[in-house]
C-alpha cells in the first residue's frame, strides 16, 4: 500500500537570509513521501541559487513574477499532487524532523478526517530555539469562529480535496486570506483534528505585524474576512485580538 502523499508549499521573494533553513527543515524530515514545491517571485538578491542548489531534492520550483505571497501559494496548490497539501513560510521551521511524520499518522489513522492542525511557537529571528509567543491551540468546536477563534493557518495541513471543492486564497485579502480561507472552510463542517504539541517554529516579523501600518491593515481585513464568510462581526474581532495576550504569557 502507498504511502499517504504530502505535498509541501513555500512561496518565497528575496529572502536569502533563511530560505536554507526552511529548505533544511523539510529536507530533514524523517517522513519519505513529500513532494517540496518551492514557488519564487522572481527574486534577485540570491535566493533562487540558494534553491536551486538543491537541486533534484526540491520536487518543483519556478521563479516568475507574481501578485504576492498567497499568489504564489496558490500556484503551489496547482502543482501539489499529493494527497495532503501544507505551506512552510520561507522563515519558519517545522519544530522538529519527525512533524510530517506524526501528520501523516494521525491522516492514515482516522480516515474521516479532512484536515490536522496543532500548535506553534513565534522565535527571535536569530535563534529559534528561544520562544517568544505560544500559540496555543484546542479541539475545534462549532461556534468557535464566531468567538474569533482560529488555528495557526501554518500548522494547517488539508486534504487537496479540501482546496478543489472550496478553493485557494482569495487574493483581494492581501494580508488576511489565510484567516478568509480558514472561515470559508472551517465553518463548511470539514472534519480537522487538533494534535497537542508544537509543530511549527514562526520568526517574528511577518507580514501581518512588522507595522502599525499593517496591523491596522490586517485587523480591517480581519473583519472584512469575518463579514464576507457571514461569521461574525466587530465583536469578534475584538475577543479575537485579546486572545492573542495569552500567546505571550505562555511558554509551554
Known amino acids: 500500500m502507498n504511502k499517504l502523499k504530502i505535498s509541501i508549499i513555500t512561496s ?4 536569502k537570509e533563511t530560505i536554507r533553513d526552511a529548505v533544511d527543515s523539510v529536507l ?3 517522513y519519505e513521501n513529500i513532494e517540496y514545491i518551492v514557488v519564487d517571485g522572481a527574486s534577485t538578491d540570491g535566493t533562487v541559487g540558494i534553491v536551486q542548489s538543491y537541486g533534484d531534492k526540491i520536487s518543483k520550483f519556478v521563479s516568475e513574477k507574481d501578485k504576492g505571497i498567497y499568489d504564489g501559494l496558490n500556484k503551489g496548490i496547482s502543482l501539489a499532487t499529493g494527497d495532503v497539501v501544507a505551506f512552510l513560510h520561507s522563515d519558519d521551521i517545522y519544530a522538529s524532523a519527525t512533524i510530517i511524520e506524526e501528520v501523516a499518522l494521525a491522516f492514515t489513522s482516522d480516515k474521516s478526517i479532512d484536515g490536522v492542525y496543532g500548535d506553534l511557537v513565534y522565535t527571535p529571528k536569530s535563534d529559534t530555539s528561544k520562544v517568544l509567543r505560544y500559540w496555543k491551540s484546542r479541539e475545534f ?3 468557535l469562529l464566531a468567538k474569533g477563534w482560529m488555528p495557526a493557518h501554518p500548522t494547517l495541513f488539508l486534504k487537496r480535496e479540501v482546496y ?3 478553493g485557494e486564497f482569495d487574493l483581494s485579502f492581501k494580508i488576511a486570506a489565510d484567516y478568509d480561507f480558514m472561515l470559508r472552510v472551517l465553518k463548511s463542517g470539514i ?3 487538533y494534535l497537542p504539541k508544537v509543530l511549527y517554529k514562526m520568526r517574528v516579523g511577518g507580514e501581518s505585524n512588522k507595522s502599525i501600518k499593517n496591523i491596522v491593515r490586517k485587523s480591517r481585513e480581519d473583519l472584512k474576512a469575518l ?3 457571514s461569521v461574525g462581526g466587530f465583536g469578534s ?7 492573542k495576550i495569552g500567546q505571550f504569557l505562555r511558554k509551554s
Not at 12 to 15: A, C, T
Request: no cysteine; glycine share 4%.
Open 12 to 15: 518565497v521573494w528575496n529572502n
Open 28 to 30: 530533514s524530515q524523517t
Open 141 to 143: 468546536e462549532s461556534g
Open 164 to 166: 478543489e471543492k472550496y
Open 191 to 193: 472534519q480537522v483534528k
Open 227 to 229: 463579514k464576507k464568510n
Open 237 to 243: 474581532l475584538i475577543v479575537k485580538n485579546l486572545s
